[in-house]
Nanobody, 117 residues
Framework: QVRLVESGGGLVQAGGSLRLACAASGLTFTMYDMHWYRQAPGKGREFVAVSWSGGSTSYADSVNGRFTISRDSANRTIYLKMDSLEPEKTATYYC???????????WGQGTQVSVAS
């Protein structure tokens, strides 16, 4: 059974930083593309960043340069370091795992990030 468990969310002041973590189990971690998405109140889910199984990373334009995604394969965990947070980054952040060939796609339960102005 695949499980993705996010942690690290919370309340932070504008300009502050948070580091989210997502612990994966039940899958061959190194074979999956690991994404972060977010959903702000009243809006749809949007892509934030991805750690490709091949080792590279990509970011949404809105976070490029301020967010960093990283992968710890030994511990089957991905991280999202968020710097210079702005109130508009308030959202529930979700971790997902997608197999690039089988296209199986799994989601975590999300962790809430609130940025106070």
């Amino acid at each position: 059974q695949v499980r993705l468990v996010e942690s690290g969310g919370g309340l932070v002041q504008a300009g502050g930083s948070l580091r989210l973590a997502c612990a994966a189990s039940g899958l061959t971690f190194t074979m999956y593309d690991m994404h972060w998405y977010r959903q702000a109140p009243g809006k749809g889910r949007e892509f934030v960043a991805v750690s490709w199984s091949g080792g590279s990373t990509s970011y949404a334009d809105s976070v490029n340069g301020r967010f960093t995604i990283s992968r710890d394969s030994a511990n089957r965990t991905i991280y999202l370091k968020m710097d210079s947070l702005e109130p508009e980054k308030t959202a529930t952040y979700y971790c997902t795992a997608q197999h690039p060939i089988a296209m199986s796609h799994y989601w975590g339960q999300g962790t809430q990030v609130s940025v106070a102005s």
